[in-house]
């Protein structure tokens, strides 16, 4: 595995050697014709980019031109008109015939499907998706701007079938994307199962695979494709689907464009590109944006800046690019409320602060050379760094059941040596205290417990990622047979430190004050050093291999496909083992060769069957592999710890289904999925502590059933898609259901008290609806105005700590029903040209000013109704042999925002045509 390196960088010299082999003169023409749905022909314009050139050129009334003189080569075909969806189509010129290509524009929001696509992360996008036996989704940017996306959940969410949105952090910017049960996420203890690339570069961050979706541009990104299931060469953490995006370049997208805007929540937002191209194959592309919004929640501010560039160069049979990313955020996401104090207010927010600071810039480096009519080698080298300072204040759990208001003798005494006054000398209650903190002052001072008479802590992070890699692909196409063969070399160091400082909580219940006073080991709970403190560095390297066939005969596709991972995780503890926490230092090896088989059989022109069976598999990064023993568990992004193994999550992906489209009208499909993961990673709770950690759990099962159909009866376009999804644990399990009514304790009468749950086969995951149906009407009257109608509706789903489906409120000890309604939110916008350079644009989601929830939490809190802070609320009780002290649980809720509008303009100026 070492020599890998050695080999990619040898496949990389090899290609700028190819480089200067002179290209044949051979040449030959393409005669294109351009319709709309009806037939009737239609004036574009567009670019035909090549072998050594990039033409652009605008059809005639009847949508036809004639090109001659070309190189024998692949050429990519991009077609414009407004109000039709952006049309890339490849054209192979192999003779000295004149190649006849008629193509049809549809409205830009008839289907997300899309003609062609990349099946692997890098190369070529000249996969035609009638032959792929899975059911690949598309969004392009067009569709993105017809909806008046905010970002690219947003997108998503609205446009993509089986996609839904948890806005567990509450930050627009900081989403779950899930997709058939399974998420990309950019909370740390989230299961990842989604793997996300731009430009053939994996987003999946070596910190736990989680993926800062604020990193990611979506004004420079040109389309998406979702390819389903445990797709191996996709690579680890494929194991629901993978999401591959391909930035923008100025061939396509020639001109400068402004765009500001300005709406609900004090947003305010100005994104700007420009590119253009020149005819000896030279293009270039810079794209930025600022988005400021004050959050419709209160304290809930978020600025975002991204910049992207991109260079490109097209000589002879080769395309080089090297493009860059640089983001500076800084988001406030402060994540689920208690169901209580948003029925009294619905921008409420449970504590604050909790900030996110992302800055990070990267490089990508592709090319492409086609060495002749059947062989293409494709290459890719990239550089990332990741730099993400969070600041969080949280309520301390394990000063819920403690006596927090009578300060004893030596409390009294420390205080009053240290010139503290006007604190309480005899008994005192919740009454007199409602926001206590007298105590946790005093055990601050005495290096004594803090740990359990502090209401608060305050955390600190600083987590630094070096990422970089390799890659090389060689394609082969015949008539009837593709061939790819490829490998690929990623590497990455981490550097996490974290500190935590005691605090209790103000007067106005939300903030909290510090103590000078740390998690650092200087003060003890239970006879034990209380000591949160991390500091990690980790190493990461993952070599891979993979290769995948088509065969291609008369009706039937077949292909095969499969990777070989191989990834070692060193991890380096730079504290020194203490009392009460050990050492993280550890390496690992995952290792896994990972195979796929499908077909397609065409039982029509107008319908086709596919069958797939995929594999794909996740190892534990070095966040989980740091966080994984019960008696050392860690509340994350705190802590980390001492860790038995944990071993990789293996999935097993099955689905099959039936398309079909008749291009001018009606496009549809229907199918069926089972995934299936072994030695799934979990991130639970420990009864010991209510910190958690991640352990294997033995088999979680993801199915369903999907449907969609868009039809056009012009000037309308209408869609809708539906999920079915069944996702359950598959073998039964124990974990903390402390803050669940059916916990072992409840049963047994104890109520309020720490207890496990048990989980059964066919329990239902948390935060995965049952149904999910997505309604699109598209209205255009006239080429100048187009306007959108969206609903996103979804099932009801559990709450995280409702894992075996049980719990119950009493009213008491347990509040809400620890799962959230069903809901649906309906969308309009509007866009209108009122000349071919300026365009005016208006959105309102949740038109109705629905309130709902897209996912929940059951947790521990100390406020009653009121909202004041009561610590020991309930009378001791004696259980299993000792006193203790039931505490008050509640099920807390995302809250999705309320209705909101906003508007602008776009304006363009057109690049000029080239001379040819």
């Known amino acids: 595995m070492r020599r ?33 749905t009806s037939g009737s022909g239609l004036a574009v314009t567009g670019t035909l980019s090549g072998p050594g050139s990039v033409r652009q050129f605008q059809t005639s009334a009847s949508g036809e031109h004639m090109f001659t003189g070309l190189a024998f080569g692949s050429y990519k075909l991009q077609l414009y008109r407004n109000g039709f969806a952006t049309q890339s189509v490849v054209i192979d010129v192999r003779s000295s015939e004149v190649v006849e290509r008629v193509v049809t524009l549809t409205l830009s929001s008839l289907s997300t499907s899309v003609t062609v696509f990349s099946e692997t992360p890098i190369g070529q996008a000249d996969t035609d998706t009638s ?29 993509v079938n089986g996609i839904y949105i948890s806005e567990n952090q509450g930050n627009p910017y900081q989403m779950d994307v899930n997709y058939r049960g399974y998420t990309a996420s950019p909370l740390l203890g989230t299961p990842q199962g989604l793997s996300i690339y731009l430009d053939g570069v994996r987003q999946n961050q070596p910190f736990g695979d989680v993926v800062s979706w604020d990193l990611i541009p979506q004004v420079a990104v040109q389309d998406i494709e979702l390819i389903p299931g445990a797709n191996p060469l996709y690579g680890l953490n494929s194991l629901g689907g993978a ?35 020149t005819s000896r194959g030279f293009n270039w592309y810079v794209a930025g944006n600022l988005y400021h919004e004050d959050g419709w929640r209160k304290y809930s501010p978020s600025d975002v800046k991204q910049s992207f560039a991109k260079l ?12 860059g990313v640089y983001a500076i955020n800084n988001l406030s996401g402060n994540g689920t409320q208690d169901f209580r104090n948003l029925n009294k207010d619905y921008s409420s927010v449970y504590t604050i602060p909790d900030q996110t600071r992302n800055h990070a810039p990267s ?37 819920f059941d403690q006596s927090l208001y009578t300060l004893s003798t030596a409390e009294k ?5 240290n010139g503290y006054t006007g604190f309480p000398t005899g008994a005192s209650n919740a009454t007199q205290q409602p926001f206590p903190y007298w105590r946790c002052i005093a055990q601050g001072l005495l290096k004594d417990e803090p740990s359990e008479k502090c209401t608060g802590i305050d955390t600190y992070t600083q987590n630094k990622q070096n990422a970089y890699g390799l890659s090389g692909l060689l394609s082969y196409r015949m008539a009837r047979n593709r061939l790819a063969a490829g490998v690929s070399w990623d590497r990455s160091n981490i550097s996490y430190t974290q500190i935590s400082q005691f605090a209790y909580l103000n007067t106005d219940g939300l903030s909290f004050t510090t103590i000078p006073t740390y998690t650092d080991g200087s003060t003890d709970a239970d006879g034990l050093p209380v000591d949160t403190r991390a500091n990690l560095h980790g190493t990461v390297n993952v070599p891979s291999f993979y290769a995948t066939d088509t065969i291609l005969l008369s009706k039937f596709t077949f292909t095969f496909a499969g990777r070989y991972n191989h990834a070692t995780v060193d991890n380096l503890d730079r504290l020194p083992p203490s009392a009460g926490r050990g050492t993280l230092t550890g390496k690992y090896t995952f290792q896994r060769f990972n195979p796929s088989a499908g077909l397609t059989y065409r039982i029509s022109p107008l319908a086709m069957l596919y069958l797939n069976y995929s594999e794909g598999n996740r190892a534990p990064t070095s966040t989980e592999l740091g966080c994984a023993d019960p008696s050392f568990p860690c509340r994350l992004p705190n802590a980390m710890v001492s860790d038995p193994p944990l071993k990789q999550v293996v999935s097993r992906t099955f689905e099959a289904g039936i398309r079909g489209k008749n291009e001018n009208r009606l496009q549809w499909n229907a199918g069926f999925f089972r995934g299936t993961n072994y030695d799934d990673l979990l991130f639970v709770s420990s009864t010991a502590t209510g910190f958690g950690y991640f352990t294997n759990f033995g088999r979680t099962i993801r199915q369903g059933a999907e449907a969609g159909i868009t039809y056009q009866l012009h000037p309308f376009t209408f869609s809708t898609n539906y999920t079915f999804l069944q996702a359950t644990y598959g073998t039964p399990q124990v974990v903390d259901g402390s803050a669940n009514s059916s916990n072992e304790a409840a049963i047994d009468g104890a109520h309020g008290i720490e207890g496990e749950q048990e989980i059964s086969a066919g329990n239902t995951l948390p935060q995965t609806p049952s149904h999910i149906l997505k309604f699109n009407a598209d209205y255009q009257p006239t080429r100048k105005l187009t306007v959108n109608f969206n609903v996103v509706s979804t099932s009801g789903s559990y709450a995280r700590g409702n894992e075996n489906n049980l719990h119950q409120p009493d009213g008491t000890y347990y509040l809400g029903v620890g799962r959230t309604d069903a809901y649906g939110i ?17 959105q309102i989601n949740n038109l109705f000013d629905t309130h709902y929830a897209t996912a929940a939490q059951l947790g521990g809190t100390p406020f009653d ?45 057109q690049k000029k045509a080239p001379k040819s």
């Open 363 to 399: 490089l990508t480096f592709n090319v492409t050379h086609e060495v002749n009519n059947e062989l293409t080698l494709s290459a890719n080298a990239y550089y990332r760094y990741i730099r993400a300072n969070t600041f969080n204040g949280d309520l301390n759990d394990d000063s």
């Open 826 to 842: 309906a969308n309009v916008g509007a866009r209108y040209a009122f000349s071919p350079q300026f365009e005016l644009f208006a």
């Open 865 to 909: 109704n009121n909202r004041a802070f009561v610590g020991r609320p309930f009378a001791s009780i004696n259980f299993e042999g000792e006193t203790q002290y039931p505490t008050r649980h509640s099920t807390f809720l995302a809250p999705g925002a309320p209705i909101n509008i906003f508007g602008g303009l776009r304006v363009t100026f």
């Open 4 to 36: 890998l390196p050695g080999l990619v960088c040898g496949l990389l010299l090899a290609l700028l050697h190819v480089l200067a082999v002179a290209q044949a003169r051979d040449s030959g023409g393409l005669h294109l014709v351009v319709k709309d």
């Open 413 to 417: 005494n420390i205080l009053s040596t």
């Open 312 to 323: 490109g160069w097209m000589f002879g049979r080769t395309t080089l690019s090297l493009s």
């Open 131 to 159: 032959t792929v036996p899975v059911p690949v989704q598309n969004l392009s940017a067009q569709q993105l701007a017809d909806v008046n996306s905010l970002n690219i959940g947003d997108g998503l969410n609205k446009r």
């Open 243 to 277: 999401l591959a995006m391909r930035t923008k370049d100025g061939i396509a997208n020639a001109g400068l464009t402004v765009r500001s805007m300005g709406g609900s929540f004090g947003r305010r937002a100005v994104e700007g590109e420009w590119g253009g191209f």
